[in-house]
């Protein structure tokens, strides 16, 4: 079992930037991938961000927060990290930390095993 919890979320203005965190613990599979998601208000889909292998690169972006967002790992304090810059109302919602046990990456939320209760991200303009 694999626990995360995010933490950082809040309210930023257009064009700043916002980092948030997601602590893991339990049992940190070599092959685990972590990626994050976000759901805007008022939808049901969750939406991928970003992810990448626990241990290896690369990180994947989706298209609409390639060269805005990063994604990094401390593995020694089993923390994954999203930085989010230039951001946009479009970016608010609330995010989620997800991981899955094994490989491969994968785009698709329904594909992981594991997520943390999200934070709220909120973009005013």
């Known amino acids: 079992q694999v626990q995360l919890v995010e933490s950082g979320g809040g309210l930023v203005q257009a064009g700043g930037s916002l980092r948030i965190s997601c602590a893991f613990s339990?049992?940190?599979?070599?092959?685990?991938?972590v990626a994050w998601f976000r759901q805007a208000p008022g939808k049901e889909r969750r939406e991928f961000v970003a992810?990448?292998?626990?241990?290896?690169?690369?990180?994947i972006y989706a298209d609409s927060v390639k060269g805005r967002f990063t994604l990094s790992k401390d593995n020694a304090r089993n923390t994954v990290y999203l930085q989010m810059d230039n951001l946009t109302t479009e970016d608010t919602g609330d995010y989620f930390c997800?991981?899955?046990?094994?490989?491969?990456?994968?785009?698709?939320?329904?594909?992981?095993?594991?997520w943390g209760p999200g934070i709220r991200v909120t973009v005013s303009s």
């Open positions: 339990g049992h940190i599979f070599s092959s685990l991938i």
């Open positions: 992810g990448s292998k626990w241990r290896y690169e690369p990180t």
């Open positions: 997800a991981a899955k046990s094994t490989f491969p990456m994968s785009t698709s939320a329904g594909a992981y095993d594991y």
